[in-house]
């Protein structure tokens, strides 16, 4: 039994240009003390689906199907139950430490927050705690870092902050959204050996969502690919870098640089753009963008199954292993 | 002592100084002898050579100008032809009934103005939001003084619930001179009011779309503890501006305020010397004013670092 | 928290005729902005034509016929000298129309120059800062009482003082729209196509600047109207016999138990006018600044 089951999960945006279709009966589970990676270009649904997990999104949104945390349906609380859920048990990471943390609250104040909200702590016991979760992600002198506000603190330490919030109540399952992506790469190894650190020692299960393959293969344990709206592919990571069967997952893999794959120095894009999905049709959504394209493909919808020998994909003509395939 | 104080202090004084200098001009900018505009129409010959020496004016204008400084900054306004009131004296009895008068309008303007502001934004798109922008854009668009008219006609004459006049200071009779500072105070603060509301709604539907508090609701605060503790806080910043800003406008409508309900106050000793072309006391009372504002916005600058640490702490922001 | 598509805006150099048929479009389909365009309209052709539309002559005395309240012949009622009360109001509106238009013209000459030179000028900047601050220390009555001293109460004093007044808005807005286009795109390629400074600031920035100015101007005109309504109540602006809305209620002050009209018709008058104004401005704001109308 996963830690959470996403069945059939679509979400709808009502916006000035019309509805937009932005997640299209996902279906993806995460096990408990798991790490899985929801990998894609920006703007095909992976962010919205973190946040439409405990109702996160704007107004504007609609969300129908499935989330099931440890047997507790989550779109079907209210508003006031899923809050005990936020923070608790589920909590978030986001990418832009700068903006995501509250420019005129201490850091203390705002790990506090936490402390005081889900373990009704109070006084002296929260500041102790908070200093505990700064010195557990690696902050170095944490009591003078409760007292400093997010300013102060470079990058690579806001997001430490960040992490900090999140494990403050040791959360089944973090929702890491892109957590490196605004950081220097020489800070992001740093952050994803935290992440790593905390799976190991708490037994948290991680989300991790990002469109860097480079982050996925170093700490994911298994692999979603969404693709506008849809998920495309889904298998352990090794199975996914060593055999790409969806012709998206293969041009994502073709887009990282990798002299070992590329001998012949061409790196390649995948042309076109990610569309914006209005209603569900009933075509495949990368046929506009795929070279394997045919009039089967523009007319039925693949569905999510496992090719025979492999995992699951949804493509009409999924790509055979490939030789000497590494990343 | 950050730089951001020590420069605003600067600041603060030169505008000052270019104050003095402007107020100092402007009065002898006016046609005819210096001496007789500041010792009035009808002097003997005696007052006259009295002025002359005591403001220096036989002296070059640099001369005259420190003499001015220095006597100004000793509390020395000079005379009222009229009255034969020290000025300082006058300006020191109407203030107390101008500033109870500012305070309790500002009060009301911040307090009916954010909550307005507030509920505007969070409730947006609903019955609340049309309402609260309804009667802001009214309170902007509503002559403070003609408001005032009809609330006399209303609540001083149809139904003599308040006084139409007279002042009574809060330190005498806490009741009674808030029956009589109500409507002159909501009067004068009904255009701040207002603005504040409109800088409060945008700034708190910006803050509510702002990654922090997307942070603060992954954390599980309920929506008092996110609106009030994480948007409104970040808010408040502008607010603080925006009130600095309208300073100006509050002092402006104290002179209509006070004049429309007979209040002893600073606005009307400057309208009375100007109809009694009070010179002395039309020169204490400007240069009076733009003290007070220079000082003030001084006050509210430094207050921001209390609300913005990016200000407070380290030279990052500015 | 929306979807993650987003557009890049490309900034254009000069707004095409495009754009404005597109704003016009916008503020067309805002029902409040369209009241508030119509009902200014109607104000400023009252204003000009008020000879033609004003039954009775404004400075008219009828002894027979004081303190009337309103009826048919007189919509307004009368004063205490049997003056027709909806003439001097039409007459009024030409003398609030014509302080607000002149006093945004007045702070626009003076306060747009500045505003571009502090924008584009880094070592001018503290200056026409510690300049405009000191215009503020004086507040608009405090000024005005000045200027009144000196110059004596009129017309041109309003029009002055409540310009004076508006100087410093103006001068921030387009020091702050200069300073923003100064680090555009466009502006970069025009210097490397050899554009001197006086092309730059002509055909470059200020042509950009003119939407958030108008925006300025459109909400400092009902300001301007309300500040010459004050003045005049104060007897620091327009004179007797001359009739303006703020004279009109600074005579109905002695009458408010007797003629209570006196004061209720000629401030609605200000309240319609301004509350035009003020919607306007709020429907241009939203169509000049998409970004804006989307959050509001």
Redesign the interface.
Same mark, same amino acid.
């Given at each position: 039994m996963s830690l959470l089951t996403v069945r059939d999960l679509s979400v709808r945006f009502r916006t000035e240009d019309g509805p937009v279709l932005a997640v299209d009966r996902a279906d993806f589970e995460v096990g408990q003390g798991e790490v899985v990676a929801l990998v894609g270009e920006s703007g095909c649904g992976k962010s919205v689906t973190a946040l439409a997990l405990t109702g996160l999104l704007a107004p504007n949104a609609t969300v129908t199907g499935n989330v099931d945390l440890d047997g507790t349906d989550l779109l079907a609380l209210p508003e006031s139950r899923l809050r005990n859920i936020r923070g608790r048990d589920v909590a978030y990471i986001f990418q832009e430490p700068m903006t995501s943390l509250n420019p005129v609250l201490t850091i203390g104040r705002q790990i506090g927050e936490v402390l005081r909200r889900h373990r009704s702590m109070r006084g002296r016991a929260v500041a102790r705690r908070a200093a505990e979760l700064l010195e557990l992600v690696g902050i170095p002198l944490p009591q003078r870092r409760l007292g400093e506000y997010p300013h102060q603190l470079s990058g690579g330490m806001r997001q430490r902050v960040m992490i900090a919030m999140a494990v403050a109540c040791l959360p089944r399952l973090i929702v890491a959204d892109e957590p490196t992506t605004a950081l220097d790469v020489t800070i992001q190894a740093g952050i994803l050996d935290v992440l790593r650190h905390l799976r190991d020692e708490t037994g948290t299960a991680i989300l991790l969502i990002t469109h860097d393959l480079g982050v996925v293969a170093d700490v994911a344990d298994r692999v979603v690919v969404m693709y506008a709206g849809r998920v495309v592919e889904h298998s352990n990571v090794d199975a996914l870098f060593a055999h790409p069967s969806h012709p998206y997952t293969r041009g994502l893999l073709d887009a990282v640089p990798n002299p070992a794959r590329h001998a012949d120095g061409g790196l390649r894009e995948i042309p076109g753009r990610v569309p914006v999905v209005r209603e569900p049709s009933d075509a495949c959504t990368f046929a506009d963008r795929c070279s394997y394209a045919d009039s089967l493909c523009r007319t039925q919808r693949p569905l999510l199954e496992p090719w025979p020998g492999g995992h699951p994909v949804r493509c009409w003509h999924p790509l055979p292993a490939r030789q000497g395939a590494l990343i | 002592m950050s730089r951001y104080v020590l420069r605003r202090l600067l600041e603060s004084a030169v505008t000052l100084i270019l104050a003095t200098i402007v107020v100092f001009i402007g009065i002898r900018a006016l046609p005819g002898d210096p001496a007789r505009t500041l010792a009035g129409e009808e002097s003997d010959p005696a007052t006259l050579a009295a002025i002359r020496s005591s403001y220096g004016l036989d002296q070059p204008l640099p001369v005259q100008y420190l003499r001015y400084v220095q006597k100004a900054a000793t509390g020395d306004l000079g005379r009222s032809p009229r009255t034969g009131l020290e000025v300082a004296d006058s300006i020191g009895h109407a203030l107390p009934v101008t500033l109870q008068l500012s305070a309790f309008a500002l009060l009301i303007a911040v307090l009916i103005g954010i909550g307005a502001g507030v509920v505007a934004a969070v409730r947006r798109r609903k019955p609340a939001e049309w309402a609260a922008n309804g009667v802001a854009l009214l309170g902007l668009s509503v002559p403070n003084f003609w408001l005032g008219q009809m609330l006399i006609l209303w609540l001083a004459i149809a139904y003599p619930v308040f006084p139409a006049s007279g002042f009574v200071s809060f330190f005498d009779d806490p009741a009674q001179s808030v029956r009589h500072l109500l409507l002159p105070a909501l009067v004068l603060g009904s255009g701040l009011a207002a603005i504040v509301m409109r800088q409060t709604r945008s700034a708190m539907l910006e803050a509510l779309t702002a990654d922090y508090v997307r942070t603060a609701r992954a954390k599980g605060l309920g929506s008092a503890q996110v609106v009030l503790g994480h948007a409104l806080r970040n808010s408040l910043i502008v607010v603080v501006t925006i009130v600095g800003l309208q300073l100006g406008a509050l002092i402006s409508g104290a002179v209509v305020t006070e004049q429309l309900f007979v209040l002893p106050g600073f606005g009307k000793l400057t309208i009375d010397a100007v109809f009694t072309r009070d010179y002395p006391m039309i020169q204490g009372v400007v240069l009076v004013t733009a003290t007070a504002y220079i000082l003030i916005n001084l006050i509210v600058d430094l207050l921001y670092s209390v609300i913005d640490p990016r200000i407070r702490v380290g030279g990052t922001a500015l | 928290?929306?979807?993650? $598509?987003s557009t890049l805006d490309i900034p254009v150099a000069v707004a095409p005729a495009g754009m404005r048929r597109r704003v016009l479009r916008r503020i067309l389909r805002n029902p409040l902005a369209v009241t508030g365009l119509v009902v200014v309209c109607v104000a400023a052709l009252l204003a000009i034509f008020a000879q033609f539309v004003a039954p009775f002559p404004y400075d008219q005395v009828n002894f027979n016929e004081p303190l009337r309240p309103p009826s048919g012949t007189h919509w307004f009622g009368t004063d205490s000298f049997g003056r027709d009360q909806f003439s001097r109001a039409v007459y009024g509106l030409r003398a609030s129309v014509l302080v607000g238009l002149l006093s945004v013209v007045f702070s626009l000459t003076i306060g747009v120059p500045f505003g571009l030179f502090a924008g584009f000028y880094g070592v001018l900047d503290p200056v026409v800062?510690?300049?405009t601050?000191?215009l503020? !220390?004086?507040?608009?009555?405090?000024l005005a009482?000045?200027l !009144? $001293?000196?110059l004596g109460p009129s017309l041109t004093t309003a029009v002055i003082a409540i310009g004076v007044a508006q100087i410093p808005g103006v001068v921030r807005v387009t020091r702050s729209e200069t300073l923003r286009l100064r680090g555009m795109d466009f502006v970069a390629a025009a210097v490397a196509g050899g554009a001197g400074d006086a092309v730059l600031l002509r055909r470059h920035i200020l042509p950009n600047a003119t939407n958030a100015l108008i925006v300025q101007a459109t909400v400092a005109v009902?300001g301007a109207i309300?500040g010459e !309504?004050?003045l005049s109540?104060?007897?620091?602006g327009v004179r007797p016999p001359t009739s303006s809305l703020g004279i009109m209620?600074a005579d109905?002050?002695t009458f408010?138990?007797d003629g209570?009209w006196m $004061?209720?018709f000629p401030?609605l008058t200000?309240?319609v006018l301004?509350?035009a104004?003020?919607?306007l401005g709020?429907g241009l704001r939203d169509a000049l600044d998409p970004r804006e109308s989307?959050? $509001?």
């Amino acid at each position: 039994m996963s830690l959470l089951t996403v069945r059939d999960l679509s979400v709808r945006f009502r916006t000035e240009d019309g509805p937009v279709l932005a997640v299209d009966r996902a279906d993806f589970e995460v096990g408990q003390g798991e790490v899985v990676a929801l990998v894609g270009e920006s703007g095909c649904g992976k962010s919205v689906t973190a946040l439409a997990l405990t109702g996160l999104l704007a107004p504007n949104a609609t969300v129908t199907g499935n989330v099931d945390l440890d047997g507790t349906d989550l779109l079907a609380l209210p508003e006031s139950r899923l809050r005990n859920i936020r923070g608790r048990d589920v909590a978030y990471i986001f990418q832009e430490p700068m903006t995501s943390l509250n420019p005129v609250l201490t850091i203390g104040r705002q790990i506090g927050e936490v402390l005081r909200r889900h373990r009704s702590m109070r006084g002296r016991a929260v500041a102790r705690r908070a200093a505990e979760l700064l010195e557990l992600v690696g902050i170095p002198l944490p009591q003078r870092r409760l007292g400093e506000y997010p300013h102060q603190l470079s990058g690579g330490m806001r997001q430490r902050v960040m992490i900090a919030m999140a494990v403050a109540c040791l959360p089944r399952l973090i929702v890491a959204d892109e957590p490196t992506t605004a950081l220097d790469v020489t800070i992001q190894a740093g952050i994803l050996d935290v992440l790593r650190h905390l799976r190991d020692e708490t037994g948290t299960a991680i989300l991790l969502i990002t469109h860097d393959l480079g982050v996925v293969a170093d700490v994911a344990d298994r692999v979603v690919v969404m693709y506008a709206g849809r998920v495309v592919e889904h298998s352990n990571v090794d199975a996914l870098f060593a055999h790409p069967s969806h012709p998206y997952t293969r041009g994502l893999l073709d887009a990282v640089p990798n002299p070992a794959r590329h001998a012949d120095g061409g790196l390649r894009e995948i042309p076109g753009r990610v569309p914006v999905v209005r209603e569900p049709s009933d075509a495949c959504t990368f046929a506009d963008r795929c070279s394997y394209a045919d009039s089967l493909c523009r007319t039925q919808r693949p569905l999510l199954e496992p090719w025979p020998g492999g995992h699951p994909v949804r493509c009409w003509h999924p790509l055979p292993a490939r030789q000497g395939a590494l990343i | 002592m950050s730089r951001y104080v020590l420069r605003r202090l600067l600041e603060s004084a030169v505008t000052l100084i270019l104050a003095t200098i402007v107020v100092f001009i402007g009065i002898r900018a006016l046609p005819g002898d210096p001496a007789r505009t500041l010792a009035g129409e009808e002097s003997d010959p005696a007052t006259l050579a009295a002025i002359r020496s005591s403001y220096g004016l036989d002296q070059p204008l640099p001369v005259q100008y420190l003499r001015y400084v220095q006597k100004a900054a000793t509390g020395d306004l000079g005379r009222s032809p009229r009255t034969g009131l020290e000025v300082a004296d006058s300006i020191g009895h109407a203030l107390p009934v101008t500033l109870q008068l500012s305070a309790f309008a500002l009060l009301i303007a911040v307090l009916i103005g954010i909550g307005a502001g507030v509920v505007a934004a969070v409730r947006r798109r609903k019955p609340a939001e049309w309402a609260a922008n309804g009667v802001a854009l009214l309170g902007l668009s509503v002559p403070n003084f003609w408001l005032g008219q009809m609330l006399i006609l209303w609540l001083a004459i149809a139904y003599p619930v308040f006084p139409a006049s007279g002042f009574v200071s809060f330190f005498d009779d806490p009741a009674q001179s808030v029956r009589h500072l109500l409507l002159p105070a909501l009067v004068l603060g009904s255009g701040l009011a207002a603005i504040v509301m409109r800088q409060t709604r945008s700034a708190m539907l910006e803050a509510l779309t702002a990654d922090y508090v997307r942070t603060a609701r992954a954390k599980g605060l309920g929506s008092a503890q996110v609106v009030l503790g994480h948007a409104l806080r970040n808010s408040l910043i502008v607010v603080v501006t925006i009130v600095g800003l309208q300073l100006g406008a509050l002092i402006s409508g104290a002179v209509v305020t006070e004049q429309l309900f007979v209040l002893p106050g600073f606005g009307k000793l400057t309208i009375d010397a100007v109809f009694t072309r009070d010179y002395p006391m039309i020169q204490g009372v400007v240069l009076v004013t733009a003290t007070a504002y220079i000082l003030i916005n001084l006050i509210v600058d430094l207050l921001y670092s209390v609300i913005d640490p990016r200000i407070r702490v380290g030279g990052t922001a500015l | 928290m929306t979807v993650e $598509a987003s557009t890049l805006d490309i900034p254009v150099a000069v707004a095409p005729a495009g754009m404005r048929r597109r704003v016009l479009r916008r503020i067309l389909r805002n029902p409040l902005a369209v009241t508030g365009l119509v009902v200014v309209c109607v104000a400023a052709l009252l204003a000009i034509f008020a000879q033609f539309v004003a039954p009775f002559p404004y400075d008219q005395v009828n002894f027979n016929e004081p303190l009337r309240p309103p009826s048919g012949t007189h919509w307004f009622g009368t004063d205490s000298f049997g003056r027709d009360q909806f003439s001097r109001a039409v007459y009024g509106l030409r003398a609030s129309v014509l302080v607000g238009l002149l006093s945004v013209v007045f702070s626009l000459t003076i306060g747009v120059p500045f505003g571009l030179f502090a924008g584009f000028y880094g070592v001018l900047d503290p200056v026409v800062s510690r300049l405009t601050d000191t215009l503020l !220390a004086f507040p608009f009555l405090v000024l005005a009482v000045g200027l !009144a $001293a000196i110059l004596g109460p009129s017309l041109t004093t309003a029009v002055i003082a409540i310009g004076v007044a508006q100087i410093p808005g103006v001068v921030r807005v387009t020091r702050s729209e200069t300073l923003r286009l100064r680090g555009m795109d466009f502006v970069a390629a025009a210097v490397a196509g050899g554009a001197g400074d006086a092309v730059l600031l002509r055909r470059h920035i200020l042509p950009n600047a003119t939407n958030a100015l108008i925006v300025q101007a459109t909400v400092a005109v009902p300001g301007a109207i309300i500040g010459e !309504a004050v003045l005049s109540f104060l007897g620091l602006g327009v004179r007797p016999p001359t009739s303006s809305l703020g004279i009109m209620l600074a005579d109905a002050q002695t009458f408010v138990r007797d003629g209570p009209w006196m $004061a209720v018709f000629p401030g609605l008058t200000i309240v319609v006018l301004a509350l035009a104004l003020n919607l306007l401005g709020d429907g241009l704001r939203d169509a000049l600044d998409p970004r804006e109308s989307r959050s $509001a």
